[in-house]
T-cell receptor
Framework: QKEVEQDPGPLSVPEGAIVSLNCTYS??????FMWYRQYSRKGPELLMY????GNKEDGRFTAQVDKSSKYISLFIRDSQPSDSATYLC????????????FGQGTILTVHP | DAGVIQSPRHEVTEMGQEVTLRCKPI?????LFWYRQTMMRGLELLIY????????DSGMPEDRFSAKMPNASFSTLKIQPSEPRDSAVYFC????????????FGPGTRLLVL
């Protein structure tokens, strides 16, 4: 079993839809959680970053962490065609500074 | 800053040949990471350095892979001999200690081994 599980999709939604992306994990030592966005033929770039359980909002994006269930989510409101990308969840332990374990990534397409 | 720089951007080689991938991290960043990305396995950490010293190489698939960081502004990932299953996109990323855990990725090197 992988430490981080993420459904690779692909996921296709119409413009304006609410998108929900999810990851589960098995390592209780993970303390911080990130979402990276990767456009085609580009490197991943950080989208959201959170330490604690609960919600964190940034514009149309909301990251949710439930440590008790080992489950994290990314919600995208009013999705736009420019949101079409691969979304990767990533997690880190406090003891290994900087080291991240990534999910496989979910391919998202938002069509006009 | 120009960001993380990787070269070459594309590499096509034949099985058995030596491949060298290069990375220049963002100036002032203390950590450097090498990743491999495939459709089947996603983004996998191969090795990372702190202040030019390898910290964790547990992700290096086998002895055919080696990585060096001779100074703070340059790192190489070498595959010798290369095999078709090494075909992937290889990313380099850097991070500044004390600047949060945000890794900044380069554009990647697309490697095809025939």
């Amino acid at each position: 079993q992988k430490e981080v599980e993420q459904d690779p999709g692909p996921l296709s939604v119409p413009e304006g839809a609410i998108v929900s992306l999810n990851c589960t994990y098995s390592n209780s030592a993970f303390q911080y959680f990130m979402w990276y966005r990767q456009y085609s033929r580009k490197g991943p770039e950080l989208l959201m970053y959170t330490y604690s359980s609960g919600n964190k909002e940034d514009g149309r994006f909301t990251a949710q962490v439930d440590k008790s269930s080992k489950y994290i989510s990314l919600f995208i409101r009013d999705s736009q065609p420019s949101d079409s990308a691969t979304y990767l969840c990533a997690m880190g332990e406090g003891t290994s500074y900087g080291k991240l374990t990534f999910g496989q990534g979910t391919i998202l397409t938002v069509h006009p | 800053d120009a960001g993380v720089i990787q070269s070459p951007r594309h590499e096509v080689t034949e099985m058995g040949q030596e491949v060298t991938l290069r990375c220049k991290p963002i100036s002032g960043h203390d950590y450097l990471f090498w990743y491999r990305q495939t459709m089947m396995r996603g983004l996998e950490l191969l090795i990372y350095f702190n202040n030019n010293v390898p910290i964790d190489d547990s992700g290096m698939p086998e002895d055919r892979f080696s990585a060096k960081m001779p100074n703070a502004s340059f790192s190489t990932l070498k595959i010798q001999p290369s095999e078709p299953r090494d075909s992937a996109v290889y990313f380099c990323a850097s991070l500044e200690a004390g600047g949060g855990e945000t890794q900044y990725f380069g554009p990647g090197t697309r490697l095809l081994v025939l």
